[in-house]
């Protein structure tokens, strides 16, 4: 088959290197990919949030199967051009993909479906907003409504916080604004292929948002990440499925916009009891680096029995292992990083199907040289029989790569391997 990943990730490396290996997987193209992907695909310049400019790319270069790695193409309609066009792809729908693009579309998806999560309410003036928060009292959250890539969320400690965030929001003409309550718990992610009827697991991972070690500092995109989450055991994960998911995919195709595609539960976990914080309509970035190296090349039979409706013939085979994957930023990240410092010494290190470097943001300059070029950079990802193995085999790698340039947390996984201190 000819195979097209659009996105230009860790993510969509760690697609790519898993696809690589399945015997299907005759030519791979990724558009824009990176310098990491480069060395296992073709890459390619394609304007990916253009349905049209996608759907001619698929026509010309006679692709079979579209894998839509990031948010955007799928909210802007590539989805559905593609469905249109008679092509196979895996990702949901606009309408679909309105379960990311909007929280006050999801609360109120939820709450017509039964699904647990945190009390809300909708605002899109501020004087409104201010009475609310001042009548409910900190803590509190407050987030804008649309995409805002993770950086739109302010869980605020104190009411003069959720204030300032509120006229910080509203300073934007035309803003929307939903308050939640605080949901008390452990975050994990849940991953799900979606065929419209089946749902089915393909795994389970916690992800390290604040930049630094001990959870301080500001948020990122994500500093790293695990799988499985020791949160998700089987009776969390089937009450997750059972009061979570299903009812709202049962909510989706009520309503006529059934979900393709890949479902990224948020959940907050408390004394085993699943509650949904948000839903994401793709694979994580970094909690796909994990789960590539743990599914391995039978991810592209899964996503293509997911994309021709016949995930209830399927199921993943999973071993006893357990990944982790280290990012490494540059310096200045997530504010301005500092971009084209050389990284070495990536060549000496093993590369098999227990020790990969996922690119994230690199780029080769006028001479070859490997350079960075983006805020995550590097996800140093380990496989091994248990979370402490991964995590030593993941810091052992990161500590053979030469980038002065760069810099990582060095506690992740380690609360849950029960290395804290
Ligand atoms: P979101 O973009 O909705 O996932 O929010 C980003 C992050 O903010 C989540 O991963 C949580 O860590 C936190 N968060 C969001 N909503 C809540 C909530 N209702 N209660 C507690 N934490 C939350
Ligand atoms: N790592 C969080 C995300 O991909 O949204």
Same mark, same amino acid.
């Given at each position: 088959?000819? /195979?097209? $990943? ?12 898993? @696809?690589?290996?399945?015997?299907? !997987? ?10 990491? /992907? ?9 304007? $990916? ?13 006679? /692709? ?10 799928? &909210? ?12 196979? &792809?895996?990702?949901?729908?606009? #309408? ?8 006050? @579309?999801?609360?109120?998806? !939820? ?20 009475? =609310?928060?001042?009548? +409910? ?34 300073? +934007? ?17 849940? @991953? ?8 089915? *697991? $393909? ?31 089987? %009776?969390?994960? #089937? ?34 009891? *699943? ?5 994401? &309509? ?6 796909? +680096? ?31 292992? =357990? ?10 990240? *997530? ?8 990284? #070495? ?6 590369? %098999? ?11 080769? %300059? ?10 995550? &950079? ?15 085999? #993941? ?5 053979? /790569? %030469?980038? *002065?340039?760069?810099? !990582?947390?060095?506690? $992740? ?9």
């Amino acid at each position: 088959m000819n /195979i097209l $990943i659009l996105g230009g990730g860790g993510r969509e490396h760690a697609m790519a290197w898993a @696809f690589r290996d399945n015997p299907k !997987c005759r030519r791979l193209l990724v558009a824009p990919g990176n310098a990491g /992907i480069a060395e296992i695909a073709e890459c390619r310049a394609l304007d $990916i949030l253009d349905p049209d400019a996608v759907v001619a790319f698929v026509r010309a270069e006679a /692709i079979d199967f579209t894998v839509i790695g990031p948010e955007a193409p799928l &909210v802007a309609g590539v989805a559905d051009a593609l469905r249109a066009a008679g092509a196979l &792809v895996l990702g949901p729908s606009a #309408a679909a993909a309105q379960l990311e693009a909007s929280k006050a @579309f999801t609360r109120a998806l !939820c709450d017509a479906a039964g699904v647990p999560g945190a009390a809300w309410a909708r605002f899109d003036a501020l004087s409104p907003a201010l009475a =609310h928060v001042r009548a +409910q009292g900190a803590p509190i959250v407050v987030k804008a409504d649309g995409l805002a890539a993770g950086k739109g969320v302010t869980v605020a400690a104190t009411l003069p916080e959720a204030e300032a965030a509120l006229e910080a929001l509203f300073a +934007q003409p035309g803003a929307e604004v939903v308050i939640e309550e605080v949901l008390a718990g452990e975050e994990a992610s849940f @991953f799900l292929l979606c065929d419209g009827e089946t749902a089915l *697991p $393909i795994g389970t991972a916690q992800d390290h948002k604040r930049v630094h070690d001990g959870d301080r500092g500001p948020n990122t995109g994500g500093m790293g990440a695990f799988s499985p989450s020791p949160l998700m055991d089987a %009776d969390t994960t #089937a009450r997750a499925l059972d009061e979570i998911v299903r009812p709202t995919l049962a909510e989706m195709t009520r309503r006529g916009t059934p979900f393709q595609g890949i479902l990224y539960a948020g959940l907050m976990i408390e004394a085993g009891r *699943p509650r949904l914080v948000e839903y994401n &309509v793709r694979l994580g970035d970094p909690e796909a +680096q994990v789960l590539m190296m743990r599914l391995g090349a039978q991810v592209l039979d899964l996503m293509l029995a997911c994309a021709e409706g016949r995930l209830g013939e399927i199921a993943p085979h999973w071993a006893e292992d =357990h990944a982790l994957t280290v990012v490494m930023a540059a310096r200045g990240y *997530p504010g301005l990083p500092e971009t084209g410092t050389p990284i #070495a010494g990536l060549e000496a290190l093993a590369a %098999d199907s227990r020790h990969q470097v996922f690119h994230a943001g690199t780029t080769r %300059d006028s001479t070859g040289q490997l350079v960075a070029a983006g805020g995550r &950079v590097l996800c140093v990802t380990a496989r091994a029989a248990s979370l402490r193995g991964a995590r030593a085999a #993941a810091y052992r790698m990161v500590a053979r /790569i %030469d980038w *002065p340039g760069g810099f !990582c947390r060095t506690d $992740i996984g380690a609360r849950a391997a029960g290395e804290d201190g």
